[in-house]
Structure formats: structure tokens, C-alpha cells
């Protein structure tokens, strides 16, 4: 997840301490949990990139917000949009670097229509946010680089991505909403099933 999401939406102001002593920000977000073995192979090539950076990889379907409800009504109305979409496969593409941030990222090639259309569903109600970027559909790589070191870690990243021969698929047939603590890591809260009713957690 996009740490400098987090400071541009101030999520110092957003500070909240869980009932189990856990520091969580007022900031929350929906993913797609990547599977093995492109999920491992991901977050390998994330680590070699940064290392020490916090890694899981996912496709974001509503991008890091803080929330003006309680979490309970967010998760209710995105069970309520999600059980509204069939299931559906995504597939990454090629390295890109996004040009005003020189976040380094893999694009999507199959998926990114049905991804776009549940980010605008779900961005609405209690789930609402101006988003500073349009919603753009990828799997981050790399972000906060030094400028110099941009171009050729996305070289790194296009040259490891050729070498990989296993599946790229990514079966979106369910989503996950998090939350941001203020150790860099994200809470799972509740599990989606596209199509179907939440996964107890």
C-alpha cells in the first residue's frame, strides 16, 4: 500500500488507538490479495528493490482513505456493492513508472475495466474520498526511490519480470478491507466474496 497515500491524506490527523493497545490510523482501503507463487515472486522483487520495505502483494480496488463513519458502516456498504459484481480474472502487464510520483509499478492488462467500475461503485456514501490521482490499476513495485535510481531499478524489475514462468492470473473472486497502523502494516477487518455475502474473520 502507497505510504505517501498516507501523508496525502494526513493520516497524522486521523490517529486512533484500538481497544488491543494497537496504534490504527483513520485510513482504509480495499485490496485483492495476490496468490503464490506471483505473490512471493512479487513481494522477493519488492524487497530487492527496497530493502526493509513492508511487503504484501495486491491489486488496490479502492485506494487508502480516511473515513468520516465508523468502519462498521464502510464495511456494510462495500459488502453491498462487491455482492453486486461477478467474480473475474486479473492478469498483470508490463513495468511502468508512474512520471510524477517515479513510483515504479506493473500495469494491468486484463481486469482493469471491472476494476475501474467497482472503484467508481465503491466510491461513494460512507467510502467517498477525492482521490488526489485518477484511480489507476496496478501492483506497486517500488516507491520513494532517489531520482537517479529510478530507471534502473525499473530495468531490474523489467528483467526479473521476463524470467518469471509461472501463472500470472490473479483471481479477483475476493477482497479484503484494511486498515493502516501507524507501523507502516495493514489489519485485515473484514473478507468479501465478489458475488456472495462477507467471510467471517
Same mark, same amino acid.
Given at each position: 500500500?502507497?505510504?505517501?497515500?498516507?501523508?496525502?491524506?494526513?493520516?497524522?490527523?486521523?490517529?486512533?488507538?484500538?481497544?488491543?493497545?494497537?496504534?490504527?490510523?483513520?485510513?482504509?482501503?480495499?485490496?485483492?490479495?495476490?496468490?503464490?507463487?506471483?505473490?512471493?515472486?512479487?513481494?522477493?522483487?519488492?524487497?530487492?528493490?527496497?530493502?526493509?520495505?513492508?511487503?504484501?502483494?495486491?491489486?488496490?480496488?479502492?485506494?487508502?482513505?480516511?473515513?468520516?463513519?465508523?468502519?462498521?458502516?464502510?464495511?456494510?456498504?462495500?459488502?453491498?456493492?462487491?455482492?453486486?459484481?461477478?467474480?473475474?480474472?486479473?492478469?498483470?502487464?508490463?513495468?511502468?513508472?508512474?512520471?510524477?510520483?517515479?513510483?515504479?509499478?506493473?500495469?494491468?492488462?486484463?481486469?482493469?475495466?471491472?476494476?475501474?467500475?467497482?472503484?467508481?461503485?465503491?466510491?461513494?456514501?460512507?467510502?467517498?474520498?477525492?482521490?488526489?490521482?485518477?484511480?489507476?490499476?496496478?501492483?506497486?513495485?517500488?516507491?520513494?526511490?532517489?531520482?537517479?535510481? +529510478?530507471?534502473?531499478?525499473?530495468?531490474?524489475?523489467?528483467?526479473?519480470? $521476463? /524470467? #518469471? %514462468?509461472?501463472?500470472?492470473?490473479?483471481? *479477483?473472486?475476493?477482497?479484503?478491507? +484494511?486498515?493502516?497502523?501507524?507501523?507502516?502494516?495493514?489489519?485485515?477487518? $473484514? /473478507? #468479501? %466474496?465478489?458475488?456472495?455475502?462477507?467471510? *467471517?474473520?
Amino acid at each position: 500500500m502507497p505510504h505517501e497515500a498516507r501523508d496525502r491524506v494526513g493520516y497524522r490527523d486521523y490517529m486512533a488507538v484500538s481497544p488491543n493497545g494497537a496504534d490504527r490510523i483513520n485510513l482504509f482501503a480495499l485490496v485483492v490479495y495476490i496468490p503464490d507463487p506471483l505473490a512471493k515472486f512479487l513481494d522477493d522483487l519488492r524487497r530487492d528493490m527496497v530493502p526493509g520495505c513492508v511487503v504484501r502483494a495486491h491489486v488496490t480496488m479502492l485506494p487508502p482513505r480516511p473515513l468520516s463513519s465508523e468502519p462498521a458502516d464502510a464495511i456494510e456498504r462495500a459488502r453491498e456493492v462487491l455482492s453486486g459484481f461477478a467474480p473475474f480474472e486479473i492478469e498483470p502487464g508490463g513495468i511502468e513508472i508512474f512520471p510524477k510520483t517515479d513510483v515504479i509499478f506493473i500495469g494491468i492488462k486484463k481486469g482493469d475495466r471491472e476494476l475501474r467500475q467497482i472503484y467508481r461503485a465503491l466510491n461513494g456514501g460512507s467510502l467517498a474520498f477525492q482521490e488526489e490521482f485518477s484511480y489507476h490499476p496496478h501492483i506497486t513495485l517500488a516507491q520513494g526511490l532517489q531520482p537517479d535510481k +529510478v530507471e534502473h531499478l525499473a530495468q531490474v524489475a523489467r528483467d526479473r519480470w $521476463a /524470467e #518469471f %514462468r509461472y501463472s500470472r492470473t490473479i483471481p *479477483a473472486d475476493r477482497a479484503c478491507f +484494511v486498515q493502516s497502523t501507524v507501523s507502516c502494516t495493514w489489519l485485515d477487518l $473484514a /473478507e #468479501f %466474496r465478489l458475488g456472495a455475502v462477507p467471510l *467471517a474473520r
